[in-house]
């Protein structure tokens, strides 16, 4: 199938003369055959005529949680999947946090055989130790082989530090992720949302932003002792961007992300006890939000995450302390980026962070493999139940006024929208 | 008569200045009936309530149940040790199997903070929080700001010191609020460990010598250490712990000025205050008890009223 997309403007700050051009894009066989004002369409060729239609290279989320196998009734890996081509993302990196969660070669090879043929590619994280029980190292190398960009024990703090010594050694030869979520788990207690005002005025318990800060200042001091690559998955303090900033003028192998919420919401939200607003790292105070949106600017925050994580609504309708951690991110990632940003800097977010897990990075070219995002950049809305693709509808954002919405993407020869 | 402002009660911080003082005048009324010899009145004969309680209880659960008899409600309670909750029933199914059998109004008391809140956002009954973990006990605070009124003549300019385990209690926080919002001057004492990190922001003092607090206040109310909410170790023994912040005679007897002492039960004598200070002519902690009985019925008269 050929695809001819009409009087589409570019967004691709890395190409002068096609940035901010708007152009027609005919896809053959999956690669772009040409980039010109005004194509006409040749017999088998769908043509897609849109709003307002802007494309940039196909987005990528390096934090993105479906439920197969295990939580199928929370999301499938082929609608997961399809979300995310809806959402115009082409590239993302799963969470091992399926159950059983992936720990082996073999685990890898499932997911990423349920992944074929879809728009968008799905790169697995595997688990960096056995059954994410934070005691011995999985088959790292193995994994590794079969296609997993880099090891996680989901949102489990690594409690024992010569573990991650011993990982970020081990890693090395093989080139291998490592990543640690940030978080003392002694220090954070019985502790569900963020420690301020809030939670005082609520009587709800605490997470300190010293558990996050007191972990990650730990986890860089094994990273320039041990050496490796070392990824922060979702930091949420002031503080941790600090000490990001300053490991990087070290010069340590580290990266972080942040989960696009926590740049949107602060724990205000939290007033009325509403369980869609509960999630891993908590929504912080105001000043939090305010460092977090500058470390993103200033590039020390490598890149953002829509932090997905689809949870049914028997797991979120129940009494605040009794909820999961989570929020649906893929459907309105970019409309919340486009709030917070301007368009060029949100599109350049969501392209981000490929190198990080080995993935290649594609480009708007004449005879490139076409990997696009479609969408309206200028649309505003109210994010309603009509948004949701996902299985499970337990989006925080439902209600938020967004500006922006993806139409779709283009991969793998496919449109999806 | 004026009305609530508010369709539940699921904590002070939700009520105005108005409704408390309302609700005041309404348990003035309902306490010269309770110290009648008939001690009922008919107002609520068509009025049926739960009192659903996920936590225990004694003496709260009582009073209420006391109140709604006196009002000639008609009552169902209910506690979660003998419920299908242990059989994994959700909160809003347990509360709508209730409200189908036609009951207009729920008590509840749950572990979890904001538990009330989230009943009353998906089921059709007007509630009343009886206390939801950490969070609110509005009634309880309504009550002793009703004693403390009762004892001084008034709330606004008094000096009120909360001392113990602020950091677990949910009767702190409503005195908090109450208080504040009748114009009290309050501060809570404690060891550091039992004080939120950011008390201060509700408008607070913090003050961790109790000599100083005592002096300083007209009117102590003694938390009681929750043993059971403690997961860790916030002070190394219940010894050490009377040692710096329990009161006792001697230390009443000492003071400047006669203060008055307040606990919300039930009492660890020896623990938070020594028993010749819990039955000393300052304590007002039966009077606490009493008005207790008051406060509800006006909190469930007037709720119900904005039901019919």
């Known amino acids: 199938m050929n695809i001819l997309l009409k009087s589409a403007k570019i967004i691709d700050e890395t190409q002068k003369d096609l940035h901010l051009k708007t152009r027609d894009i005919l896809i053959k066989n999956g690669n772009i055959a040409k980039i010109a004002p005004n194509l006409s369409a040749e017999p088998e060729t769908e043509t897609v005529e849109l709003d307002n239609l802007h494309v940039s290279l196909g987005w990528f989320d390096s934090s993105v949680s479906f439920g197969e196998p295990g939580f199928e009734e929370r999301e499938t890996i082929a609608n997961g999947l399809s979300t995310a081509a809806k959402s115009g993302f082409t590239d993302i990196v799963l969470n091992p946090n399926a159950h059983p969660v992936p720990d082996s070669s073999s685990d890898i090879v499932f997911l990423k055989n349920a992944a074929r043929g879809q728009v968008t590619n799905l790169y697995p994280l595997g688990s960096l130790t056995i059954k994410s029980e934070g005691v011995d190292l999985a088959e790292l190398f193995d994994m590794k082989n079969s296609g997993a960009v880099g090891f996680y024990d989901y949102k489990s703090p690594l409690q024992n530090s010569n573990l991650l010594k011993i990982a970020l050694q081990y890693s090395q030869n093989f080139d291998g992720l490592i990543c640690s979520f940030p978080l003392d788990a002694k220090i954070a207690g019985k502790g569900i949302v963020n420690e301020g005002e809030v939670s005082t005025r609520l009587g709800l318990k605490g997470i300190p932003a010293l558990s996050e800060e007191l972990q990650l200042v730990r986890d860089l001091f094994i990273l320039e002792y041990a050496g490796g690559k070392l990824h922060v998955p979702t930091i949420s303090t002031a503080t941790s961007v600090k000490l990001i900033a300053e490991a990087k003028k070290k010069g340590l192998n580290v990266t972080c992300s942040v989960a696009i919420h926590n740049l949107f919401y602060t724990d205000e939200t939290l007033e009325d006890f509403d369980s869609s607003y509960k999630v891993m790292p908590p929504l912080r105070g105001a000043n939090d939000v305010k460092a977090l949106i500058q470390g993103v600017k200033e590039g020390t925050i490598d890149f953002v995450t829509s932090d997905h994580t689809p949870l049914n609504i028997e797991e979120k309708r129940v009494e605040f302390d009794n909820a999961a951690y989570g929020s649906l991110g893929l459907e309105s990632a970019f409309g919340v980026l486009n709030q917070i940003f301007d368009t060029e800097t949100a599109v350049d977010l969501l392209i981000k962070g490929r190198e990080r897990f080995g993935i290649a990075t594609p480009t708007i070219a004449e005879g490139a493999p076409a990997c696009l995002a479609l969408f309206n950049p200028d649309v505003e809305y109210t994010f309603g139940a009509d948004d949701i693709l996902s299985t499970s509808k337990n989006s925080m954002f439902l209600g938020s006024k967004l500006k922006g919405r993806a139409y779709g993407s283009i991969s793998n020869g496919q449109l999806r929208r | ?308």
């Open chain 2, 1 to 308: 008569m004026g009305e609530l402002s508010v369709k539940h009660l699921l904590g002070i911080k939700y009520l105005n200045e108005k409704d408390i003082q309302l609700i005041f005048e309404t348990a003035d009324h309902f306490k010269e009936v309770i110290n009648r010899s008939i001690k009922k009145v008919p107002s609520l004969r068509d009025i049926t309530i739960a009192n659903i309680f996920f936590e225990n209880s004694t003496r709260t659960k009582l009073s209420f149940e006391l109140a709604e008899k006196r009002l000639s409600a008609d009552v169902i309670n209910f506690s979660a040790g003998q419920s299908s909750v242990k059989k994994g029933e959700t909160l809003i199914d347990t509360v709508n199997n209730i409200l189908s059998m036609k009951v207009d109004m729920v008590v509840m008391r749950h572990p979890n903070p904001g538990a009330g809140i989230f009943l009353a956002r998906h089921v059709g009954a007007s509630i009343v929080n009886a206390g939801d973990g950490a969070h609110e006990h509005p009634t309880q605070a309504l009550l002793d700001s009703y004693s403390i009124r009762e004892r001084l003549g008034d709330v606004a300019g008094k000096n009120v010191v909360i001392v113990g385990d602020i950091l677990h209690s949910r009767v702190a926080l409503s005195n908090i609020f109450a208080l504040r919002l009748q114009g009290a001057n309050v501060k809570v004492c404690g060891p550091k460990t039992l004080l939120p990190k950011y008390i201060e922001s509700l408008g607070v003092g913090v003050e961790t010598d109790l000599r100083k607090a005592l002096n300083w206040c007209d009117v102590a109310n003694m938390l009681r250490i929750q043993n059971e909410r403690l997961d860790i170790s916030y002070f190394p023994t219940t010894r050490e712990y009377t040692q710096q912040f329990g009161v006792n005679k001697r230390l009443l007897d000492s003071l400047d000025k006669e203060i008055v002492i307040m606990h919300p039960g039930p009492i660890n004598r020896g623990v938070e205050i020594t028993t010749d200070v819990a039955d000393s002519k300052q304590s007002i902690i039966l009077d606490q008890v009493e008005n207790g009985v008051a406060i509800r019925m006006a909190v469930i008269y007037l709720l119900a009223s904005k039901i019919k």
